[in-house]
Each structure stands twice: as structure tokens, then as C-alpha cells.
């Protein structure tokens, strides 16, 4: 039978948002994601989802109420005929936010094709305007300028609001933060500072490494007056605010020291079909073997709202639980966020 209904799960929250990692493969070893002193096996080609088995997907959760859809990685502008699965997604009636998030080393030659196609947007990861510290951070050396260029590129290419996103880390980048807010501000680009966060188990992630998004907000606010910003909808993972002068948006996400499991709605997609319900999650559902089994549309809609029905995760309210009593922090293996995306 047909599913009839948008699922809920235990805590009442719907799915609306999936994020869809097409390759697991990144050019960059950032210390806090994938950092280089790691050996890595990367999925044979044969294992990813193939696009047409990605749309097919993508149709079923639109169908369980998913209006959002954001292509992840690893660094997904690897992946070969991006623009393809773009065009393929853009199709599907439904979507009102077709997204991207890159590093954006790649992005120069690749944002007017990815515009053309039917992206709407994309996001950014960036942690530092200074060359040693960028290439020191994405652990290979890389310069900023091309990161630079790919965003100007973007934006040229009508791929806004470009959102950038700044993973801050106490002695590492947090005296960037005026920097960085100042730099985009004057572009009309929007930052988003993130707290350094425990996802995976290789960045070696300490809470004394954490500078809280009230210390940012307070920071930016130095060199321009900000005020809040209303959140477009229930699940909107950042806290927004303007610049008062100018109406540009900057925003804090934090997920340490202000934990938003409440209403989060995002469902991950990983490269090889697994469904993973929470960022922090150890363990996914494949829907790969379904797939090319010959399962139905409606045998995919019935199992994602089965899961999500019985979905509880919670972390981030449990680990700032944990560490507010000093407790050990939960030892569970956690999937890496290069296999899921942010």
C-alpha cells in the first residue's frame, strides 16, 4: 500500500529536507572533516548511487513531504556531469530549494553550467582569508584565490544568497571572525559561523576547542550592530541576524552550546544509498539493495517513513547534557561527515 501520509517521528518532527551525498571522494583534507594523517578507502564507482538512482530516490522523499533538496560530499563538483544530476533534480515538482554545499575550489569553471542547469544556490565552506592558515586547515596547502574566484564566479551566475560557512576554532581561525564577517558583508554574501563540532570520530574534536556563537555574535557585532532575524521555518538549523546599517545577513549555528535537535527535519542521503537520520548517527539503512533489487516506489516510500516514524535521535541536547554533568562523551563509532555531507 501506498504510503498516504508524511511521517512523523517520535518527537513529532516531519521530514523536509535531504541532503544528498553524490561522492565521498574530497580534494581537500581539512582537519576537521577528513584531516590527511588518515588512510582512506573510497567507494568503488560501481557502489554509488548512480544519478538516475539518486532522482528516483529524491522523487520518493519529495512524495514524504521533502521540499528541500542539497547535493553534498565529499567535495560533490568531483563527481563527473554534476550539471546532469542537476537538471535531473530540478525536474522534480516538488523541490523549492535546490542547493549545493562546496569548498569551492573547483567552482570557477563550474557555476554558470551548474546555474544553467537549475541550481538555485550554493554554499560555500571556507575557513580563513590568510594563505597559511587556509592551506594549513584544508591540509594540503591550497591558496585561497581560487576559492575567491569560484565564489565571485558563483554569484555572477545568479547562485545566490551565496552562503559562505566558517568552522571556528579556538587558536586556530577565531580571529578571523570580524575579518570574515567584514569581508562578505561588503559583498552581500552571508555568513554563517559553526561551532566546531563532534561529528565523526577522526578530528580529534576537544569542547575546549569550541568558541560559542553568542562569544561570535558579540564579536561581529564589534565592527557592525546586528539584530535577529526571524527563522523562515521550523527546522532552520541557523540563528539569523542583520547588520543594522545594510540589512545583510550574517548567522551563527550551534549546535554545542545551543543544541536545536527539537525541530530538526533533515534526512542524509550518503554516495552508496544509506539513510541516516541525525548528522551524529553510527549506523545508516541502505535503500541500495532495495533499489536494485526491484523494490517499488511505494516499498521505497514505505520503508523512509517506517525509519523516520520511529526516528529519536536527539545528540546534540544529549551531548550537552553530557558535558554539562562532565560525563564521557558518547564512544559509538559516528559516521564521518565526508560520507554524508554536513
Avoid at 569560484?150 to 571556528?168: F, Q, S
Wanted: one cysteine or more; charged letters at 30%; aromatic letters at 8%.
Amino acid at each position: 500500500m501506498p504510503v498516504v501520509r508524511e511521517p512523523l517521528d517520535q518527537f513529532g518532527r516531519p521530514i523536509d529536507d535531504l541532503r544528498i551525498s553524490i561522492i565521498d571522494r574530497c580534494n581537500f583534507r581539512c582537519t576537521f572533516c577528513m584531516p590527511k594523517d588518515n588512510e582512506y578507502k573510497f567507494l568503488p564507482r560501481e557502489e554509488l548511487l548512480s544519478f538516475e538512482e539518486i532522482e528516483r530516490l529524491a522523487r520518493v522523499f519529495v512524495g514524504l513531504g521533502v521540499t528541500k533538496l542539497r547535493l553534498t560530499g565529499g567535495e560533490p563538483l568531483l563527481r563527473a556531469e554534476v550539471e546532469k544530476l542537476i537538471g535531473m533534480l530540478a525536474g522534480i515538482a516538488g523541490v523549492t530549494d535546490l542547493a549545493l554545499t562546496t569548498n569551492g575550489y573547483l567552482l570557477a569553471d563550474k557555476a554558470p553550467a551548474l546555474a544553467a542547469a537549475g541550481l538555485h544556490r550554493v554554499t560555500v565552506s571556507l575557513q580563513s582569508l590568510r594563505d597559511e592558515v587556509f592551506g594549513r586547515l584544508n591540509g594540503l596547502g591550497y591558496k585561497i584565490a581560487d576559492v575567491l574566484a569560484g565564489i565571485d564566479a558563483a554569484a555572477e551566475a545568479g547562485l545566490g544568497p551565496i552562503k559562505i560557512n566558517v568552522v571556528v576554532m579556538k587558536d586556530t581561525n577565531d580571529d578571523e571572525i570580524g575579518e570574515l564577517a567584514s569581508y562578505f558583508k561588503v559583498r552581500g554574501h552571508v555568513v554563517r559561523f559553526i561551532e566546531f563540532m563532534d561529528v565523526g570520530t577522526l578530528n580529534h574534536w576537544d569542547p575546549e576547542q569550541v568558541i560559542s556563537a553568542r562569544e561570535i555574535r558579540d564579536r561581529v557585532a564589534r565592527s557592525s550592530p546586528i539584530e535577529q532575524v526571524p527563522r523562515d521555518r521550523p527546522g532552520e538549523v541557523a540563528d539569523r541576524f542583520r547588520y543594522i546599517d545594510d540589512g545583510v545577513e550574517v548567522g551563527t549555528i550551534a549546535s554545542v552550546t545551543e543544541p536545536f535537535c527539537g525541530d530538526c527535519s533533515r534526512a542524509r542521503l550518503s554516495a552508496d544509498g544509506r539513510l541516516f537520520t541525525c548528522l551524529f548517527a553510527s549506523e545508516g539503512h541502505d535503500f541500495k539493495a532495495l533499489l536494485r533489487s526491484g523494490g517499488s516506489d511505494d516499498e521505497l516510500a514505505e520503508r523512509v517513513a517506517g525509519i523516520w516514524d520511529r526516528r529519536s535521535d536527539r545528540y546534540s541536547e544529549e551531548r550537552s547534557n553530557m558535558l554539562e554533568a562532565e560525563a564521557p562523551l558518547h564512544t559509538l563509532r559516528r559516521v564521518e561527515m565526508f560520507r554524508i555531507g554536513g
